[in-house]
């Protein structure tokens, strides 16, 4: 067995305040299995140096005496360690260029890394995340931001009284608020000229799920896609709520010709299909992206369709994008950065295809934060050490100086090392083209 389990302290930003392991699961490894326990101390942790000491753990400086050595964000080059077994996002797998240094440095050091991301079942399905967190977070601060972006065009709204995530001490604490909140909506608050208020979600993963968890708070109806043409068209809607559609996969693209949609084919084939989804952009207030995109999938949103929907004199309903899973450049195309907690918007031109920072002005809001639920540290954490919990005596217990195969490492996460003592895996040798 392993003789230490590091927790690194995390550096990326000053609004990163997570841990991958939190006291209480420390302490129970400590007790179970009776192996040293290190926590880089740190001023910012959601949990004190005290917290993790009272449990049983060591707090020291730097990273040497660890082993395994759990973090949450990337490592910086100067901190990397030779030798070591190293867990978190690296952001690596799909080539990216700004974590290729890092890639390189551990390669050199002959350390080994295992990627949370890659972490699954045999079906495929991540076991190792934050999903659910960002969702929340992300549907907290579009209403926060959209409160005052309303403001200042001079429309008074109940999302004035929204805070933004990092201003809630829990998510409970949140959604309490937002309940409140929500009985202002249900007196018939919202202004007229918004109403109906129509949030369209994409996907229904962990991501949504943790954002639906937190529109629950309001006052609200469900509707179909399909539903809401005819029902803004209609002049359907009231003051008194929040309407929420649901996006699937069917509902954002179709197959290229006359065949029918087939959602594996669509995952197996998807340069076989376009994107649909600009027909629903008139009836949508506020989109909110939660689906998981690549570049081999049809963009969403393009500025194209923004600027047709900004031109064509018609309605023209979209005040915000809550672009949760962040990916710049990607399936929303006007998301062309990643923003911080610090200043988590901009505002879109589509007819300049222009971005300018903040809330206040014309133009199409949009919420682009890479780490949002760094924004409820102390739900995230515990969320996230709950399913690492389970993974941690397997890790201290491999030989990683036996082969991959021959660690003891659990399948879940040898298919999650991407780069063993110092070479990549067979799964990833095609990173060596971006490194």
């Known amino acids: 067995m392993k003789k230490s389990l590091l927790i690194r302290a995390e550096d990326k930003n000053q609004w990163e305040r997570r841990t991958p392991f939190i006291p209480r699961d420390a302490g129970r490894i400590l007790q179970k299995h009776g192996v040293q ?8 942790r959601c949990f004190s140096d005290s917290d993790y000491a009272d449990a049983g753990a060591k707090i020291c400086q730097g990273m040497n005496e660890g082993d395994v050595i759990l973090g949450v964000k990337e490592i910086p080059l100067t901190k990397l360690l030779p030798r070591k077994a190293y867990l978190f996002f690296s952001h690596t797998v799909k080539g990216q260029s700004q974590n290729m240094p890092m890639l390189k440095r551990i390669i050199e050091l002959q350390a080994t890394l295992i990627d949370y991301e890659r972490i699954c079942d045999r079906q495929g399905r991540r076991l190792i995340f934050f999903g659910p967190m960002a969702g929340s977070a992300g549907a907290i601060d579009i209403f926060h931001l959209l409160g005052r972006y309303w403001d200042y065009q001079g429309l008074k709204t109940p999302f004035l009284e929204c805070r933004k995530a ?31 208020l129509v949030v369209g979600v994409l996907g229904y993963g962990q991501v949504s799920q943790g954002a ?40 954002l693209v179709r197959p290229l010709g006359t065949s029918e949609f087939v959602l594996e084919d669509y995952y197996q084939h998807p340069e076989n299909y376009e994107s649909k989804f600009a027909a629903y952009l008139p009836f949508i207030t506020v989109l909110v992206n939660g689906i998981y995109w690549d570049s081999r999938y049809p963009r969403f949103v393009t500025w194209s369709e923004l600027q047709d929907l900004a031109s064509s004199g018609g309605p023209n309903r979209l005040a915000g994008i809550a672009d949760i899973t962040c990916d710049v450049g990607g399936s929303i195309e006007c998301n062309v950065k990643a923003t911080d907690s610090g200043s988590p918007s901009y505002l879109c031109d589509p007819i300049g295809r ?7 002005g014309e133009g199409i809001l949009m919420l682009a934060v890479d ?37 003891g490492l659990p399948a879940e996460l040898q298919n999650a090392v991407v780069v063993y003592n110092g070479e990549l895996t067979a799964q990833y040798q095609y990173l060596e083209r971006y490194l």
């Open 37 to 44: 326990v290190l926590v880089e101390t740190s001023a910012k």
């Open 371 to 407: 780490n949002l639920p760094a924004e409820l540290p102390l739900d995230s954490s515990d969320f996230f050490s709950t399913q690492l919990r389970e993974f941690i005596p397997a890790l201290l217990e491999a030989d990683y100086s036996d082969s991959l195969a021959g660690s």
């Open 166 to 196: 990092l201003d809630y001490l829990s998510l409970e604490e949140a959604k309490e608020h937002f309940r409140a909140v929500g009985k202002m909506i249900g007196g018939g608050a919202i202004p007229a000229r918004l109403a109906p």
């Open 212 to 251: 639906q968890a937190v529109f629950e708070s309001f006052p609200l109806e469900r509707l179909e896609p399909d539903q809401l043409p005819g029902f803004i068209k209609a002049g359907e809607g009231r003051r008194d709520r929040i309407y929420l559609s649901v996006f699937r996969e069917e509902d």
């Open 354 to 360: 222009k971005v300018v920072d903040g809330h206040r």
